[in-house]
C-alpha cells in the first residue's frame, strides 16, 4: 500500500513539474499555440454568452460594444491563424504537423463565430425566436468542440515534442520523423 501511496504521489509531482522544452521547439510557435489557446476559451465563452442571453425569458438585447469586442476577437484568431501559417517552417516536425492541421480549423472556428456574432447581432428582435435560440446553442455546441480540436491539436504538439525529446535522451526511434 505505501508502494501505491509512494507511486501516485511521484506520478502527480511529475505530472505537475514544468515541462521542459522539446528539442527542435520553436518558441515562437509555442508562444503563438499558447496565445491561441487562450483566445480560443474566451471566444468559446463568448458564443456561450450570446448563447445564454439568447434563452432570456424577456427577449433578447446585447449591447452593440459586446458585439464589437467579439468581432475583435474573431479578427484577432484569423490574424493568429496566419501568423502561425507564416511561422509553421520555423517549428519543429510536431509543431508543423500541429500548425497545419489548427489553421484549418481557427479558420472554421473564426468563421462560425462570425456567423453567430452577425447573426445575433441582426436578429435579436426575431419573430422566430425558438430558432434563433436553437441556432444559438448550436452556434455554442460547434466552438465547443472547434475549441476541443483546437486545444487537442496545442497538446498533441507539446506531448510529441516531449516525446521526441526523451526518446533522443534514451536512444529510442523518434515517432515524429
Not at 487562450?38 to 449591447?63: C, K, N, P, Q
Not at 460594444?65 to 510536431?94: C, E, N
Not at 481557427?106 to 463565430?113: H, I, L, P, T, V
Not at 529510442?172 to 520523423?177: E, L, N, R
Amino acid at each position: 500500500m505505501a508502494a501505491l501511496a509512494l507511486l501516485l504521489g511521484s506520478s502527480i509531482a511529475w505530472a505537475q513539474a514544468p515541462k521542459e522544452a522539446a528539442e527542435g521547439d520553436s518558441a515562437q510557435v509555442t508562444q503563438e499555440l499558447s496565445a491561441v489557446k487562450s483566445l480560443i476559451g474566451v471566444l468559446r465563452s463568448d458564443v456561450a454568452t450570446l448563447e445564454f442571453l439568447a434563452r432570456g425569458e424577456g427577449g433578447y438585447s446585447v449591447e452593440s460594444g459586446m458585439f464589437d469586442q467579439v468581432a475583435g476577437r474573431i479578427s484577432d484568431l484569423r490574424g493568429h491563424a496566419a501568423k502561425l501559417d507564416g511561422m509553421r517552417t520555423s517549428g519543429s516536425p510536431a509543431q508543423q504537423r500541429a500548425v497545419e492541421r489548427l489553421v484549418p480549423v481557427m479558420q472554421e472556428f473564426a468563421s462560425s463565430a462570425d456567423a453567430a456574432v452577425k447573426t445575433s447581432r441582426t436578429r435579436q428582435n426575431q419573430s422566430n425566436l425558438t430558432a434563433f435560440r436553437q441556432y444559438m446553442k448550436l452556434s455554442t455546441s460547434l466552438a465547443d468542440e472547434l475549441s476541443s480540436v483546437i486545444s487537442t491539436w496545442i497538446g498533441y504538439a507539446q506531448t510529441r515534442g516531449d516525446l521526441d525529446r526523451v526518446a533522443r535522451q534514451i536512444g529510442a526511434p523518434i515517432g515524429s520523423q
